[in-house]
């Protein structure tokens, strides 16, 4: 009998969602003959048992989009009266042999509770722009994500260095600096800001008046929404609303108005900024994440095969491999100090 495969993604969307769904069917229908469904919206989707056929002619052109075309939501279904059983129970009545969840450490910690507890068998693959999901070298999603940063920086030069100014650049990302530190590299940024560092407003004018002092007219500041403020008290974060999503998060955002308002009054110099916010991860991905998204799904697509559940396909070195979805489950991976040091080399 053919297996069938339910595909979900949840969380954040990513560049590369779909190239991973893609690639997964085209293996398993022309290699193992499986057949594939939709889940619509996540987990969501599970709870209240939607699924929808998902054929080789249905992704065919799914190389060039962006996004989830099946859709994603930060449900929990742990966050619900026993909805791990729900979720068992529709499973079961979707005929489904296996689940393939796309996304990050909420998505795939709670694939590795739906499998430890519910014995649903699951596979995962790490997608989010954050870059912060431990048991892999990267994620897919990340490198269009910097891509977008990189390109906003080259943009922002030309404007701050006409009219003289500081442009701060408020960059996603949560509590992990990746996206800041490799888009704010690779964009030239004068001064780097991670949540890894908690920074001072007087340390920050400082560097700007040497940058001044050097000769230089404009700067360009990359600070991550998940940034600190280290006051004497202690530190601090920028968040948008108290609230907290299903998964216990809070909305980061508005560091970088803070920031350049600071800076404008501390040392005189015009101040603007910009908050990138999600036309990083909009759109089309990257070749490099079109391709890591194809091995991803074809690798995801042989665990199945193999039936070796309970684990997540990820990127070591240049090799795909697989680790347990336990891995997920193990808190972010956040920048290491040699890179945090890296980044200081570019400081005035
Ligand atoms: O986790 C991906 C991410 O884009 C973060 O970088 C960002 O903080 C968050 O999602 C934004 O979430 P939302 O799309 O719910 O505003």
């Keep these: 009998m053919s297996k069938k495969v339910g595909i979900l993604t949840g969380g954040g969307d990513a560049p590369g969602l779909n190239q991973v769904i893609r690639a997964a069917v085209y293996q398993g229908v022309k290699k193992y003959d499986f057949e594939f469904v939709a889940i619509p919206d996540g987990w969501k989707g599970l709870l209240e048992g939607e699924s929808y056929p998902l054929s080789l002619d249905d992704v065919k052109d799914w190389i060039v989009e ?3 075309l ?3 939501t930060r449900t929990n279904p742990f966050k619900i009266e026993n909805g791990g059983e729900k979720c068992r129970e529709n499973f079961e009545k979707m005929g489904l042999t296996a689940i393939l969840a796309l996304g990050g450490e909420d998505t795939l910690s709670t694939a590795y509770k739906l499998y430890s507890e519910h014995k649903i068998p699951t596979v995962g693959a790490p997608k989010t722009i954050d ?3 431990p048991g892999t070298d990267q994620c897919f999603g990340f490198d269009t994500a910097i891509n977008r940063v990189m390109e906003a920086f080259d943009r922002l030069r030309t404007t701050a ?5 500081i442009l701060v650049i408020e960059v996603m990302g949560r509590h992990a600096g990746w996206m ?5 590299i690779a964009g030239g940024a004068d001064i780097i800001l991670l949540p890894e560092e908690p920074f001072t407003f007087d ?3 400082e560097k700007l008046k ?3 002092k050097q000769g230089r007219k404009y700067a360009l500041v990359a600070v991550s929404e998940g940034a600190k403020m280290e006051f004497a008290e202690g530190t601090d974060i920028i968040t948008q609303d108290a609230q907290l999503d299903e998964f216990g998060h809070v909305r980061l955002g508005g560091i970088a108005k803070i920031l350049a308002k600071e800076m404008q009054e501390r040392i005189d110099w015009e101040a603007r900024y910009v908050v990138l916010g999600h036309l990083q991860r909009g759109g089309a991905p990257t070749a490099f994440d079109r391709w890591f998204s194809t091995r991803l799904g074809i690798a995801a697509v042989d665990q199945i095969a193999q039936e070796n559940f309970g684990v997540m396909v990820v990127l070591k070195g240049s090799k795909i491999t697989s680790v347990s979805l336990k891995e997920a489950a193990k808190g972010i991976r956040t920048v290491p100090k040699q890179f945090i040091e890296l980044a200081k080399i570019f400081e005035p």
């Design 66 to 68: 962006g996004g989830s």
């Design 70 to 72: 099946i859709g994603s």
């Design 131 to 133: 870059n912060d999901l």
């Design 161 to 165: 260095r006409s009219h003289h100014r």
């Design 180 to 184: 800041t530190l490799l888009g704010g």
């Design 203 to 205: 340390k920050v004018a």
């Design 210 to 212: 040497r940058l001044k």
